[in-house]
């Protein structure tokens, strides 16, 4: 019998294909992690013509799940100037209400957080697990890629930030060392007392209390932590969409999905828009609002 997980997260990857992927597309962008093998398989499946499409990977694991399915890979320098990738289809490691998304838990942070940035649209693809109203609610902690060097000195500042355990992230086995991304850095993971605020508001104010007692909004947390001298890049993506960023005349910058989804064990797929009500799509592909569910 199918990993009911596993299921879901191969639903959720061929409707957000279905939606999203393009066959007149240039570029697309292709995630790291065990979701986004689904999302490749389920463009391969469309039998389209994709010689003329250039994938991006996020990483080596990346790179070799789209080589694998007979794709054409393109590193992200290799991209002409001023050229943003049509979509990119990557996991997360949560989702809040407001589509801020924690993710570098598979230590491909930086390379990941390159290609949402520059792509018109970054389409996020879980499971049911990674669908929440607040992050840190339950993935635990916040995924940074800090320079070696710096490593100790970024913990000592995660600490006055209110950040209980920070710590470098260490390989399966002890004795190898700390694990290295693509570029060679650490990753450092920081967990924080309370979960995270989607935006902040007049009443709760982006920070409250002292030290680990502090209440973050998740904005104001990653704009904190990337000031750290070492620090290369946060696991909160988080402002603007893609979108957004185009709309606002920027020729890039845009981190949050602008839309998600989340394959559930029933076999429907829970899809969150920017400022939407969330929509169920069964397994007969019909629609519903989760207000209209709840009735």
Known sequence: MADPIEKAKETAARKAVEDHFDP????????SGSTIVFVVQAIKDRNEDLSRIRFVPTGYQSRQVIVKA???PIHFDSL?????????????????????????????????????THARKFICVADQRKLQSRLLSKWDRIPIEVEPLAAHSVLERLAA???????????????????????????????????????????????QGAKEDRQWAVETLAKEIKQIEGVLSVGLFCGENGLEAEKAGKSAGGQK?????????NGSVVIRKAGETDVVVNKQGEEKTKDSLQR
Do not use: W
């Open 24 to 31: 007149a597309a240039r570029y697309i962008g292709i995630g």
């Open 161 to 207: 930030l209110g950040s209980q355990e920070a710590a470098i992230r260490s390989g399966a086995i002890e004795k190898s060392g700390p694990i290295k991304t693509d570029q060679d850095n650490f990753i450092v993971d920081a967990k924080f007392k309370h979960p995270l605020l989607p935006t902040p508001t007049e009443a709760e104010g982006d920070v």
């Open 257 to 265: 999905p602008v839309a998600a989804y989340f394959g559930m064990e």
């Open 80 to 116: 002409p100037s001023g050229v943003l990738l049509d979509v990119a289809f990557d996991g997360a490691d949560e989702v809040d209400e407001d589509l801020n998304c924690i993710k570098g838990g598979g230590a491909c942070l930086y390379q990941e957080k390159l290609v949402a």
């Open 70 to 72: 007979g794709l054409q």
